[in-house]
């Protein structure tokens, strides 16, 4: 066998032992890792007021759309969903995750100038650039934190931020990690956060992941399902926070952080308000 018939060979047996790993490594991370099955009330008396379309100003928004062209970007987009999925994957493709890189400001220009410097930021700049610039486009959005069952006491790894975006042609909020370009969608219907939770524990069969090829999401899903415990949002002066039946309400965050002036609420239906102008 020649020398380039041997290098070919080698190269194949190699390409296949990496894809079987990578497949076997997927499912065997997948199984374990299952989401669990939550329970929320769905009935409260509960009073929530709804939340603010936007917390900028219009001169500020104005300045956001702008300078950053964001018509552009979403050039061609026919429906807010469109909209949504071009601004996620443009500013998914702006900078790598740094998990410990945290800004000086927690503002979408801010932000946005420093990665053209060279920055590079944690899953909460994503997700502020995103609702911040979805703002700018006239459609509500909203940051998300998620934290884990045992938020309190781990020391580490207790939380992820997302976006979430409410498209007023559907009448529903729409889950968007701007850090993996995720958005979940259950037989064409786009997924909030808490929606996207259930559709993992139940493992329901037609959910897909738009935005990432389909190894990617076995890890993502595998990832993402122990973030999806508690659910935050900035409210008004407050945080509005939703947590399961039989959940008790967290003070801190990974041991040593007081969550604040919170609002906890267990109905997903107080926590999905439609926003108002």
């Known amino acids: 066998m020649s020398r380039r018939n041997v290098f070919w060979a080698k190269a194949t047996v190699l390409i296949v032992i990496l894809a079987v790993a990578a497949v076997v490594t997927a499912y ?3 199984m374990p890792r299952r989401a669990a099955q939550l329970d929320f009330l769905q009935e409260t008396n509960e ?3 709804p939340q603010r379309s936007t917390n900028h100003s219009p001169e500020y928004l104005e300045r956001l759309r702008t ?3 964001l018509d552009d970007i979403i050039a061609g987009a026919t429906s807010d969903f469109d909209r949504v999925r071009a601004i996620s994957t443009w500013v998914h493709g702006l900078w790598r995750h740094d998990g410990s890189n945290q800004p000086e400001y927690s503002d979408p220009i801010y932000i946005l100038e420093q990665v053209a410097g060279g920055e590079r930021f944690r899953c909460t700049e994503y997700a502020l650039v995103i609702a911040g610039c979805l703002q700018a486009l006239d459609i509500p959005a909203r940051t998300v934190s998620l934290m ?3 938020v309190e006491t781990r020391s580490s790894g207790a939380g992820h931020v997302v976006a979430e975006a409410y498209l007023t042609d559907m009448g529903k909020w729409v889950f968007i990690d701007g850090q993996w370009n995720v958005i979940p969608v259950l037989e064409g219907l786009p997924l909030n956060a808490v929606e996207f939770q259930h559709a ?3 493992r329901k069969a037609g959910l897909e992941l738009i935005g990432i090829g389909p190894l990617q999401g076995y890890f ?3 990832w993402i399902a122990p973030y999806l415990y508690y659910f935050s949002v900035p409210h008004n002066s407050q945080r ?3 947590g399961p039946v039989g959940a ?3 003070q801190f965050f990974q041991q040593k952080w007081p969550l604040g002036d919170i609002v906890y609420i267990q109905t997903p239906d107080a926590f999905y308000l439609p926003p108002v102008p």
């Open 148 to 150: 884990t069952h045992d």
């Open 67 to 69: 300078e950053f062209v």
């Open 200 to 202: 993992l524990s139940t």
């Open 248 to 250: 008790s309400e967290p």
């Open 220 to 222: 993502y899903r595998w």
């Open 240 to 242: 509005l926070m939703l």
């Open 47 to 49: 009073s929530i007021t």
């Open 28 to 30: 065997a991370i997948t």
